[in-house]
Every structure is written in C-alpha cells, then in structure tokens.
C-alpha cells in the first residue's frame, strides 16, 4: 500500500476515449450495458451537477473481497492445472488493490480535486508477469492455452495494452 502522502495532488484531464463534459446525454442507451451506465453516469454529475465533482476512474479492482472472483479464477485454474486462455499475455493490464482504492477515496474528500481522474497501480502489468507471479505465490505454473472456451477465457484476457494513463498525476 501507499503512503496517504504519496498520492497525486492534480487531476488527471486524460480524457482521450470519453468526454463526460461534452458527452450528449440524448443519445439512446446501448443497450443499458455496464460502460454505457458508467459514461452516462458521470455525464449527468459534469454537466448538470450544482456542486463540484470529482469523477475517480479505477481500473481492475483486486483483492479480497471482489465478488467478481477475477485474479481468483486465474489462481484457482493454476493450482488445478486448467488451462487459461489468454488473447495476448503480452498485453499490459492496470490493477489496484481494493485497500488502495480505498484509502485514495478517503485521501481524496478534503482535497479541492474536480473532474475525472485515472488512479491506477503506477505501472501496468503484462498478464504474462501477473501469472509469473501466480506460480511464485502458488507453486502452480498457469497453463497457458490457444483453445479458447467459455470455462478458460481469462477474465484479464484482452488482445491489446488495457490500462489507465496516470502520466498526468505525477
């Protein structure tokens, strides 16, 4: 974890695929998916809110309590020799610990920080690391595989780099 101190005192205005202050709110929904909600979302607090916001933008949450169970799928396949299908390990992911994310929300209520804001681990990490690092903690080498399944696709499994840029919170 990171020292409370350690943490940005500037926000991140890298907004290079989403706009939320000149996103149009008219658009239909698509599809009411999970990243339509997320923009939409955000949208409405940058454009019609009456007090300032502060939109913080996570990538993938890991830790103990993920009800997901992403990092556990990968472990558990590991330790009983399933196969893992992976689009790219060499693809570059951004993660942050729950209790990071956590102690940054807390960091952040009496900070005069507006907009959006990418908090991420500082680097990413190659899929092809992150299972280096699954056989260190496990004993267990995940076996990588070609085949894909609905059972082995890696929840991290992306055919290209999948990460948040913080260049601008240094």
């Known amino acids: 974890h990171r020292d409370l101190h350690s943490f940005p005192t500037r926000r991140s205005s890298d907004l290079e695929d989403f706009s939320a202050a000149s996103w149009n709110l008219k658009l239909p929904a698509k599809n009411g998916g999970y990243q339509d909600g997320k923009r939409r ?7 019609q809110s009456q007090f300032p916001v502060l ?23 590991a330790l009983k020799g399933e196969p893992i299908f992976v689009p790219n390990p060499a693809a570059r992911i951004s993660l942050i610990h729950s209790e990071d994310a956590a102690e940054f929300l807390r960091w952040s209520i009496d900070k ?46 992306t055919p290209n780099d999948w990460f948040l840029n913080t260049n601008r919170l240094n």
């Not at 979302?41 to 940058?46: I, M, T």
């Open 41 to 47: 979302s955000e949208a409405v607090f940058a454009q």
């Open 55 to 77: 939109s913080v933008r996570f990538p993938i949450i890991a830790g103990p309590d993920d009800y997901t169970h992403r990092f556990d799928f990968h472990v558990e396949r």
């Open 112 to 157: 005069d920080l507006t907009g959006p804001l990418n908090v991420s681990s500082r680097d990413p990490i190659s899929l092809k690391s992150l299972f280096a690092q699954i056989e260190l903690m496990t004993g267990h080498k995940p076996i990588l595989t070609s085949e894909e399944t609905a059972e082995n696709h890696s929840l991290y499994g």
